[in-house]
């Protein structure tokens, strides 16, 4: 079984929907940061990152929203499929060897 | 997994004894790094590499060590395991021109 996220905070969306994951993070200094999806039993997967000097940014279904005022980072992910049921997570980078991680929120399809 | 593999995939062991677990890169990247992951936190760095022989200490390094003598290879070694070691261990790597870490796919280690 999973040894991660026993407690995480779930998202259940209706598949076809669009999903809206948040994530605080914590160092006004950091310049870069990573969105991460983790399915049960696997590594973290590179989805999305973005730079402090960008607002958003686009990707395949994804958009990453950077908000610096507030430290806040959003993933949203455009008509859910079954198989974007995973953990997801965030990591910020401060340009040095440390990157700090989220504990990640849990994205539930529902059929 | 970004040409990442890591052996054992899974590995039960009883508290006291040695355990070394091994990354292999094929992608020449400068940085790698061992993390372990835990119910209730994020990815904790243990030790990470900055090139052939130059390793450094992470946040959660006590009771491990780590060798790379090889641009593909970084070890992670529990001198005496112990059960608060239990975890899943994932190693990543980073191309030294940009910041994104990939991720191999975990070793889960259960220390009995």
């Known amino acids: 079984g999973e040894s991660v996220g026993l407690h995480l905070p779930t998202l259940s969306v209706q598949e076809g929907d669009n999903s809206i994951i948040n994530c605080a993070y914590s160092?006004?200094?950091?310049?870069?940061f990573i969105w991460y999806k983790q399915e049960s039993g696997k590594g973290p997967q590179f989805i999305i990152d973005?730079?402090?000097?960008?607002d958003k940014r686009q990707g395949q279904r994804v958009t990453v929203l950077l908000n610096k005022t507030v430290k806040h980072l959003s993933l949203q992910i455009a008509a859910t499929q079954p198989g974007d049921s995973a953990v997801y997570f965030c990591?910020?980078?401060?340009?040095?060897?440390?990157?700090?991680f989220g504990t990640g929120t849990r994205l539930k399809v529902l059929a | 997994d970004a040409g990442i593999t890591q052996s054992p995939r899974h590995k039960v062991t009883e508290t006291g004894t040695p355990v070394t677990l091994r990354c292999h890169q094929t992608?020449?990247?400068?940085?790698m790094y061992w993390y372990r992951q835990d119910p209730g936190h994020g990815l904790r760095l243990i030790h990470y590499?900055?090139?052939?022989?130059?390793?450094d200490k992470g946040e959660v390094s006590d009771g491990y060590s780590v060798s790379r003598s090889k641009t593909e290879d970084f070890l992670l070694t529990l001198e005496s395991a112990t059960s608060s070691q239990t975890s899943v261990y994932f190693c990543?790597?980073?191309?030294?021109?940009?910041?994104?870490?990939?991720f191999g796919p975990g070793t889960r280690l259960l220390v009995l």
């Open positions: 990543a790597i980073r191309d030294g021109s940009q910041e994104t870490q990939y």
């Open positions: 160092n006004s200094a950091s310049d870069y």
């Open positions: 973005i730079r402090s000097n960008m």
């Open positions: 990591a910020e980078n401060m340009g040095t060897y440390k990157y700090i």
């Open positions: 992608e020449n990247h400068r940085y």
């Open positions: 590499s900055y090139g052939v022989k130059d390793t």
